[in-house]
């Protein structure tokens, strides 16, 4: 357990369809991250909040919308997504300064038929 | 961007001892870190290097030479648990900014 939470641990979801991947951590941090995983690639960095504000948005197609409504949760709103977006997509978390390690959450696999 | 490089896959024997090499170019960075990610977990912290030289924790130890764009995770006393892969990623200026690498999985033979 590394403190940091994410539901659902697996989806499946059809290209039309609308659902959300929440993340939450108890370790009173208050940066949160979003990342994208694929097989055989680097973990690719998808949104960065820190005291709830965004803060790092690395060109991300618009099918995906981060929310942060405090410092301990974090959302990911998905809706018309790709077969191509289906991969890992793991929060994690740090403090504000990012001085030390950041904490990942264990990751929901995503399927988009 | 950062051009992280790490071997793709590497085989090792239980009990011997395993270099994971990491090779970068940037601009300038903040820190340089280690994560173990095991098959279907998330990746967790393993070690840390703000100034060039080496670290050591227990059986891990993680080097780095800034001048020589260059970082090696060195495992000891190397375990079937220790079959995992292992993930490189540097600490950008912008101190909420990670880069990762691709990671090197680490086969841990008998």
């Known amino acids: 357990e590394t403190g940091v939470t994410q539901t659902p641990r697996h989806l499946v979801m059809g290209m039309t369809n609308k659902k959300s991947l929440k993340c939450e951590q108890h370790l009173g941090h208050n940066a949160m991250y979003w990342y994208k995983q694929s097989a055989k690639k680097p973990l690719e960095l998808m949104f960065v909040?820190?005291?709830?504000?965004?803060?790092e948005n690395n060109s991300v197609p618009s099918r995906f919308s981060p929310e942060c409504p405090n410092s301990s949760h974090l959302f990911l709103h998905l809706h018309t997504l790709q077969p191509e977006d289906s991969a890992l997509y793991l929060c994690?978390?740090?403090?504000?300064?990012?001085?030390?390690?950041?904490?990942f959450g264990p990751g929901t696999r995503l399927t988009v038929l | 961007g950062q051009n992280i490089d790490q071997p793709t896959e590497m085989t090792a024997t239980e009990g011997a001892i395993v270099q994971i090499n990491c090779t970068y170019q940037?601009?300038?960075?903040?820190?340089l870190f280690w994560y173990q990610q095991h098959a279907g977990e998330a990746p967790t912290f393993l070690s840390y290097n703000v100034l060039d030289g080496l670290e050591e924790k227990g059986r891990f130890s993680s080097f780095l030479s800034r001048s020589k764009g260059y970082s090696y995770l060195l495992l000891k006393e190397l375990q079937m648990k220790d079959s995992a892969s292992y993930l490189c990623?540097?600490?950008?200026?912008?101190?909420?900014?990670?880069?990762f690498g691709s990671g090197t999985k680490l086969n841990v033979k008998p």
């Open positions: 990623a540097l600490k950008g200026r912008n101190f909420n900014k990670f880069y």
């Open positions: 940037t601009s300038g960075f903040n820190g």
């Open positions: 909040y820190s005291l709830e504000e965004r803060v």
């Open positions: 994690a978390s740090s403090t504000r300064t990012g001085e030390n390690e950041q904490f």
